[in-house]
């Protein structure tokens, strides 16, 4: 079953462009990634999902690489708003199955 | 389009009681998973359900229970309560079980 690590914090200016990594060993081929964002006291939002290459949508983009050992989550010119909790989540295909990744806490700085 | 709503947002039990948390899907999503969200272990899967159908669960011991009913209205029980049962529980719906929407969740402190 998939395993899921992210670094525990980053800090970046607003502005920049921020990566987060998540590392995902033994994940099947048709498992999915998403990525959530976390404010305190609240539930995670929806960012962003994919399976494989690259995905974008309107506010982040998701890589993918081939081997699916790790995916990328990217977030261009962040904001002062963008400081929160970002979570990967491994969908287990087939089984109903749910695994987050141990969370990474962006502080974003003026 | 209204969200994913769990009732009560806070909750305050003692040892050894049980408790009965709600959660309700957006309108039109027939799954409903829960999570338990702890300082130490992070984000747990409780337990996925769909159409009334417990399809899988997490490693969480039997006195985590769950149901679904033919609305898509979701209830969790814990019982015979433990501090270390203190945490953020969360419910999250979707349509077919990929893009999950989460509620606020409910914030359960055990003393």
């Known amino acids: 079953l998939a395993k899921t690590t992210q670094p525990i914090s980053m800090d970046s200016y607003e502005g920049q462009e921020v990566n987060i990594t998540c590392s995902h060993n033994?994940?099947?081929?048709?498992?999915?990634i998403t990525w959530y964002q976390q404010f305190p006291s609240q539930g995670p939002r929806f960012i962003i999902q994919?399976?494989?290459t690259k995905v974008t949508n309107e506010v982040a983009s998701l890589f993918i690489p081939a081997d699916r050992k790790s995916s990328t989550l990217s977030l261009p010119r962040v904001s002062l708003s963008d400081t929160a909790v970002y979570y990967c989540l491994v969908g287990v295909s087939g089984t109903y199955k749910y695994i987050f990744g141990t969370g990474t806490r962006l502080k974003v700085l003026a | 389009k209204a969200g994913v709503t769990q009732t009560p947002r806070y909750l305050i039990k003692t040892r050894g009681q049980q408790v009965t948390l709600s959660c309700s899907p957006i309108s039109g999503h027939r799954s409903v998973s829960w999570y338990q969200q702890t300082p130490g272990q992070g984000l747990q899967f409780l337990f996925e359900?769909?159409?009334?159908?417990?399809?899988n669960k997490g490693n969480f011991p039997g006195r985590f229970s769950g149901r679904q009913f033919s609305n898509s209205r979701s209830e969790m029980n814990v019982s015979t309560l433990e501090l270390g049962d203190s945490a953020l529980y969360l419910c999250?719906?979707?349509?077919?079980?990929?893009?999950?929407?989460f509620g606020p969740g409910t914030r359960l402190t055990v003393t």
């Open positions: 359900y769909f159409s009334e159908t417990q399809r």
């Open positions: 999250a719906s979707s349509r077919d079980s990929y893009e999950q929407y």
């Open positions: 033994n994940i099947a081929t048709n498992d999915y």
């Open positions: 994919g399976y494989k």
